[in-house]
C-alpha cells in the first residue's frame, strides 16, 4: 500500500512561477485521512500559459568530447548539423579536435507535427562525403516553454553499421514565436576579485542592471570569498524590465562594477 498520499490544489501555484511545495502525506486516495501515514513530499511545480501561436526553438550548439577520430593522425575536423523536418543549420568546422568547441545558435521555427530535432556531427572533408561521427536526438515536447535547459546528450547511430562515440552539449530554449520574448541572464560565478574587507576578502553579490528596470536585481551573498559561486537565473520581460520568479534562476541584462555595501560587495 502506499506510505501517504498528498494533494496540491493547482489554485494555489502562481502561474508562470516555480513553486516548491511541501506536501503533507497524511491523505488516502479515498476516505479519511490514514492516522498511520505520515511525512511530507517536497515537489518543484511549473503553471505555464498554453501557448496560442507557432513555435520556435533556440538551439545553441557549445561543444562536444571524446568524438571518433576520422582522420590519420587520430583526429577529425568535427562540425554539427542541426535538422528539423526539413530545415537544417550547421556550425563552423573545427580543424582537428575530438573535443571541440562552437558556442554558435540557431533560431528555428516548429512547424506542426514537428517534435523532434537531429544533431548530427560529422568529420568534414575537402574531397568526398562527410564522415558521420554520431547523433543526438532532442524531444522538443520535454522543454519547458521558455525555460532554456543544457544537458550533455550521449552521441548515437543513425543505422546499423555506424559508429559513434562521445557526447554533445546543447542549451535549447522553447518559445512562442513572434511574441515579445523572456531574456534570461546566469549568474555562475567570478573569481580573483578585489579585497575589499579586512582579513584580505570580501562579502560579494551581484547587481543586475538593465534599461528598463526600476532597479536592479541583485543575487545572494557569499560570505568571506573571492571567488564566489552564484548559478542563480534571472529572468525580464525584455520589453517592460519587468522581473520574473527565479529559483537557483531567475532574470536581467547586465552590467559589471564593484562597490562597497553595508551588507557586502558588490559585483554588478
Known sequence: RPLGVGRVALS????????????????????????????????????????????????????????????????????????????????????????????ESFTMALEAGECTF???????????????????????????????????????????????????????????????QELFIEVLSARKLAAADRGGTSDPFCLISFPTLSKPIRTAVVSKTLDPVWNETHVIDARRGQQGVGSPNQQQGSHHSISRSPEGSAVG
Open 12 to 103: 494555489s501555484v502562481p502561474v508562470g512561477a516555480e513553486s516548491d511545495v511541501w506536501v503533507d502525506l497524511g491523505g488516502t486516495r479515498e476516505g479519511p485521512p490514514d492516522p498511520s501515514s505520515h511525512g511530507r513530499c517536497l515537489i518543484r511545480l511549473l503553471r505555464q500559459p498554453k501557448p496560442t501561436g507557432p513555435m520556435e526553438v533556440v538551439v545553441m550548439v557549445r561543444s562536444a568530447r571524446g568524438l571518433l577520430a576520422a582522420d590519420k593522425g587520430g583526429t577529425s575536423d568535427p562540425f554539427c548539423e542541426v535538422s528539423i523536418g526539413r530545415k537544417k543549420r550547421k556550425t563552423k568546422v573545427v580543424p582537428k579536435s575530438l573535443d571541440p568547441t562552437w558556442e
Open 118 to 180: 537531429t544533431c548530427d556531427v560529422f568529420d568534414h572533408d575537402v574531397i568526398g562525403n562527410s564522415d558521420f561521427l554520431g547523433r543526438a536526438l532532442v524531444d522538443t515536447r520535454t522543454l519547458m516553454m521558455g525555460r532554456a535547459r543544457e544537458d550533455w546528450l550521449p552521441l548515437g547511430v543513425r543505422k546499423t553499421g555506424d559508429e559513434a562515440q562521445g557526447s554533445l552539449l546543447l542549451k535549447v530554449l522553447k518559445r512562442e514565436k513572434g511574441k515579445p
